[in-house]
T-cell receptor, first 117, second 114 residues
Framework: AQKVTQAQTEISVVEKEDVTLDCVYE???????LFWYKQPPSGELVFLIRRNSFDEQNEISGRYSWNFQKSTSSFNFTITASQVVDSAVYFCALRSNYGGSQGNLIFGKGTKLSVKP | DTGVSQNPRHKITKRGQNVTFRCDPISEHNRLYWYRQTLGQGPEFLTYFQNEAQLEKSRLLSDRFSAERPKGSFSTLEIQRTEQGDSAMYLCASSFTGTSGGYTFGSGTRLTVV
């Protein structure tokens, strides 16, 4: 089975706090891709990052960083010094070729992040 | 290109009516995807095309749903005999095969069936 679990439904922080969004995935495939998307109130999904299963290097992009650990099947997302503009729903997603699927992005249920001033 | 364009943005229809949505992908992208998103949930895959060929369909895509991409450019998603359970946001995305990036999503069409 393929599945993405985002256990945190909602998180509320005060501006400038650091926050980590958790993502745990399941797949039987050895080759797969993991994604994070941001969905602001306007509704459009904004691509943040893609990571393939062979690359476990952590990545940092400005205030954003991602921690990929195959041993725990996790791909967590940290926002450092959060800002009000970070308020959105964040989705983790998985794509693999398991079962012949090549186009299917499987999304978690999302974590709603509210950053208060 | 300004991204993936979807029309209309909103559609209200009576139960039993047919509706059609349109998606214009990024022109260089050969893959096009349809997803459905209900309130409080993540997007769920419906179907995808590579050029004009429909390569995969989800079990969510009942017989009342049909999607086309006749010339490998824009796509339409039609829902026949709409039901209240069809109320959702319908998202379109596009990508290029082998891209190292993600899929580019449109703003969606919000369908309300009354």
């Amino acid at each position: 089975a393929q599945k993405v679990t985002q256990a945190q439904t909602e998180i509320s922080v005060v501006e400038k706090e650091d926050v980590t969004l958790d993502c745990v995935y399941e797949t039987r495939d050895t080759t797969y891709y993991l994604f994070w998307y941001k969905q602001p109130p306007s509704g459009e999904l904004v691509f943040l990052i893609r990571r393939n299963s062979f690359d476990e290097q952590n990545e940092i992009s400005g205030r954003y960083s991602w921690n990929f650990q195959k041993s725990t099947s996790s791909f967590n997302f940290t926002i450092t010094a959060s800002q009000v503009v970070d308020s959105a729903v964040y989705f983790c997603a998985l794509r693999s070729n398991y079962g012949g699927s090549q186009g299917n992005l499987i999304f978690g249920k999302g974590t709603k992040l509210s950053v208060k001033p | 290109d300004t991204g993936v364009s979807q029309n209309p943005r909103h559609k209200i229809t009576k139960r039993g009516q047919n509706v059609t949505f349109r998606c214009d992908p990024i022109s260089e992208h050969n893959r096009l995807y349809w997803y459905r998103q209900t309130l409080g949930q993540g997007p769920e895959f419906l179907t995808y095309f590579q050029n004009e060929a429909q390569l995969e369909k989800s079990r969510l895509l009942s017989d009342r749903f049909s999607a086309e991409r006749p010339k490998g450019s824009f796509s339409t998603l039609e829902i026949q005999r709409t039901e209240q359970g069809d109320s959702a946001m319908y998202l379109c995305a596009s990508s290029f095969t082998g891209t190292s990036g993600g899929y580019t999503f449109g703003s969606g069409t919000r369908l309300t069936v009354v």
